[in-house]
Each structure stands twice: as C-alpha cells, then as structure tokens.
C-alpha cells in the first residue's frame, strides 16, 4: 500500500486528524480518536482493536515503528511533516507514530464482583489516566463514569493511561445515582473524613466511589455510601491527589485479597 505525504496544514486529511486530536464533540460524532506513540497502539493491537490508519512522522527512524508498520500491512500510512506531526501529537519531541481508531464502546452495563470504581466528576485528564491505569494493573475490570467526569478517551486521558481503558470495561456518561439502586454491593465512599483504611475490613466485592479534585464526592452520592473511608496522614496536608489516594486504596484492596491468593 502506497504512503500518502501530508506536507500541509491545509490538507483535508490533516485537519480531520486535527479536528479528532482537539475537538471532544468531533471525537464523539465520529466515534474516533488517536493513539500516540508506539506503546499505546501496540496495547491496542494486542487486544484486536479497530485501527484505522496509522500517521507517522517523516523523520522516524525507529524498528520498533518499522515492525509495527510490517506487521500490519493492510492499514494504511500517512507521513507527516515532522512540525504537522508534533503539533497533532501536541508534544514537545516526536515519539513517531499515530493511529486513528474506532472508540470502543460498552453497551451491556454489568457491575461486576470484585472492586467496581464509580467516578464522580473528575476533571483532570491526567488524573483520570492515572486512576485507570492503576485499576488496570491491579486487576479491575469495570469503570463508571459520571456524566460531569473528564473525557475517557481523550489524548490526554489516553496519554495519562496509557492506554488502559483498552483493557477495561469502562462505561461514559453513567447516572451513579440509578446505577446504586441496581446493586446490593457495599458502597465505599473516598473521603478527607471517614474510617482509616487500614482500620477496617474491605469487603470483597465492593463500588468505590471517587470524587472530583476540588469538590469530592456529590452529597447525594455520598448519602448512599454504606461508608466512608480515609487514608491516615500526618503533618499539614489535608488532602491527597486523587489519582494518588485512589492508587493507596486500590493496591491495598489488591493486598488483602488478591496477593495472598495467586490471582
């Protein structure tokens, strides 16, 4: 398959990818976004995921890009200008390659056994990956997001996750208040002021609600928590990160009952 050259900011193909890379309300009319870098797409084409182009920068010299490219010969290539490449990536330096792809989506909503995560209004991107990427690690399988939470499958989402969400169920736009009269799961609410963590027992099969960086938990999702709980700290800090406090929760649930059982 011939490469097509991209050599201008005016191109047609170009500012479609620009519109995916910076408009959320394109992104979500196309049901399309871009995965930057290498890592990211091969997680993607690890779990079969619908690519449908790869862009790549003029300049790249790169084997790891080179196989990829060689592995999946019926995708077609765009070669950028190395300056239109940095600015659809919006990063500093080149990591070499982009794929535009079909944005998952989950239809069934099924709140598992094991730890669910509930978001409620997060809206940092960056937060929002780093959450998802430790529920990845620690062996989460679903995530619901209210409709006030940060974009799931924005770049930046996607940059602070590193792709994570591919390997999740994960579930955009949710009313956490209807989905709570759906289950008879423990709710645990993540609070500045609640029972110490590691004061307690952590059920098993549990939702843990997590609330935005500046105003927490929303009241009435809070009122329907069985508990809150907080992380013990000392000196004047009063409140964690919340991609950081969620990190501390997460691999603790993970200590207690995964860890010790070979899961």
């Not at 239809?107 to 937060?127: H, M, R």
Request: charged share 25%; with cysteine.
């Amino acid at each position: 398959m011939m490469n097509k050259v991209i050599d201008s900011k005016y191109n047609a193909s170009y500012k479609y990818f620009k519109k995916i890379a910076t408009k959320k309300s394109f992104r979500k009319e196309e049901n399309k976004t871009i995965l930057v870098g290498p890592h990211i797409i091969n997680s993607c084409l690890e779990v079969k995921k619908d690519i449908e182009c790869f862009i790549r920068d003029e300049k790249t010299e790169s084997l790891e890009i080179n196989e990829i490219i060689k592995s999946n010969p019926n995708i077609e290539i765009y070669d950028l200008k190395h300056g239109l490449f940095l600015e659809l990536s919006d990063l500093k330096s080149s990591n070499g390659l982009i794929a535009l792809v079909k944005i998952p989506i989950e239809v069934d909503i099924e709140i598992k056994k094991g730890l669910n995560l509930f978001v409620d209004g997060i809206q940092d991107p960056g937060n929002l990956g780093s959450i998802l990427r430790t529920a990845e690690a620690a062996g989460i399988k679903s995530v619901f997001l209210s409709k006030s939470s940060a974009e799931l499958w924005s770049p930046k989402t996607l940059r602070g996750s590193q792709g994570a969400q591919l390997n999740l169920r994960c579930y955009e736009g949710q009313d956490l208040l209807k989905l709570f009269d759906q289950v008879s799961l423990p709710i645990y609410s993540l609070s500045v002021c609640g029972d110490s963590l590691y004061g307690d027992d952590i059920p098993k099969d549990l939702i843990l609600i997590l609330g935005s960086e500046g105003g927490g938990i929303n009241a009435e999702i809070i009122s329907k928590s069985t508990k809150s709980i907080s992380i013990p700290m000392h000196g004047s800090i009063e409140s964690l990160n919340v991609g950081a406090a969620a990190g501390i929760f997460i691999y603790e649930y993970f200590r207690r009952h995964r860890l010790n059982v070979g899961d």
